[in-house]
């Protein structure tokens, strides 16, 4: 894919199916399964507007994710790092990363990267890995306003702090798994332990 095409195909997008920043808030495991999940804070146009998408992804992913946040060296090069240490040897670097689906329970992503020559190219890639790049890269994340309007929580105030105990099990109905998101103590977010 050229630079070109990438700014046309850009263009078109963002007027049709917009790029919302986002930033990893934090990892928190889901108790009755013990799956992790990545909470990524979007930065609404409204910023009275306060949202998460949560993604469960796999303990190896979070274990990825959690070193970057912390910026803990893992002393050897891990998957995420490798891939990172493989691009900046060819000269290409990482722009952004987007996740722009979801098709069934599965999220989609993909990670716009630029060569020397300045071409532009795009990996599709799982979010888990993709988020794991761009913590090591610098790059920003976003998240389609199509996958927002799908997945998005909305965070509503707390006035005790207690949170809302126990997580739905595994499988359960999404209205009683974003009722339990919304519920969820803000302070519990980050808590996610190796």
């Known amino acids: 894919m050229t630079a070109d095409e990438v700014k046309a ?52 992913e979070a274990g990825a994710i959690q070193l970057a946040i912390e910026g803990r060296d893992p002393g050897r090069p891990m998957t995420h790092d490798l891939l990172k240490n493989a691009l900046d040897l060819v000269g290409a670097e990482v722009i952004e990363v987007v996740v722009r689906a979801i098709e069934g329970n599965t999220f989609l ?16 890639a799982r979010p888990s890995d993709a988020i794991a790049l761009a913590l090591r890269a610098g790059a920003p994340l976003f ?17 005790d702090g207690d949170g809302a105990g126990e ?11 974003k009722k339990w998101l ?13």
Request: aromatic content about 2%.
């Open 167 to 177: 997580a739905p099990a595994a499988g359960t109905d999404e209205k009683k798994m």
């Open 182 to 194: 919304e519920e969820l103590d803000p302070k519990t977010l980050g808590k996610y332990e190796m």
């Open 9 to 60: 195909g850009s263009t078109r997008e963002e007027s049709e199916d917009r790029k919302i920043p986002a930033e990893v808030h934090g990892l928190m495991m889901e108790p009755n399964s013990n799956q992790p999940i990545v909470i990524l804070r979007l930065h609404e146009r409204d910023p009275e507007e306060s949202s998460v998408v949560p993604i469960w992804i796999g303990i190896f």
């Open 143 to 159: 998240v389609r306003q199509s996958v927002a309007d799908l997945a998005r929580v909305r965070q509503s105030d707390q006035e």
């Open 109 to 124: 992503a993909v990670v716009e990267l630029v060569e020397r020559s300045g071409e532009h190219r795009l990996l599709d």
